[in-house]
Nanobody, 126 residues
Framework: VQLQASGGGLVQAGGSLRLSCAAS????????MGWFRQAPGKEREFVAG????????YYADSVKGRFTISRDNAKNTVYLQMNSLKPEDTAVYYC????????????????????WGQGTQVTVSS
């Protein structure tokens, strides 16, 4: 599956952004989707994941209560609504698709995800 992320930008602390990730290729609706981020000098880290039907969501502790992941399988799109943004949320955000169709486990490790978007920069100023 090919992924195209968008929606990043510059926002003040406390503000909001919504990231989108449009998918094409193999059947998007059969796969767990995730959002990861990578700040300069740091490893890529899990942010949020959603099951292939959308009924289960998982979040990193650092974003829980502030970020919401969702998906629209009819539009082949996954979203990340980010509220109450903090300077430490500054990073390049990547969407990714699990390689395993119909898996019941939402993975949090990057190596499980075989398809990656190009990334979109999110910068939060203090």
């Amino acid at each position: 599956v090919q992924l195209q992320a968008s929606g990043g930008g510059l926002v003040q602390a406390g503000g909001s952004l919504r990231l989108s990730c449009a998918a094409s290729g193999r059947s998007f609706s059969n796969y767990v989707m995730g959002w990861f981020r990578q700040a300069p000098g740091k490893e890529r880290e899990f942010v949020a994941g959603i099951s292939w039907r959308g009924g289960s969501t998982y979040y990193a502790d650092s974003v829980k209560g502030r970020f919401t992941i969702s998906r629209d399988n009819a539009k082949n799109t996954v979203y990340l609504q980010m509220n109450s943004l903090k300077p430490e949320d500054t990073a390049v955000y990547y969407c990714a698709a699990d390689t395993r169709p119909y898996t019941m486990v939402v993975a949090t490790t990057p190596k499980v995800f075989g398809s990656w978007g190009q990334g979109t920069q999110v910068t939060v100023s203090s």
